[in-house]
């Protein structure tokens, strides 16, 4: 699990992690935004 300040950053470091575990799954994807403000 981890958080990255950037969608790119994330798919680099998602690139990173399978080319070192490649029987991992991993998926960098976005959370969603709270509605109640």
Known sequence: FGL???????????????GRQPDWFVAATRSMTSEAE
């Open 4 to 18: 990255f300040e950037t969608g790119n950053v994330a798919k680099r470091a998602a690139a990173e992690i399978r």
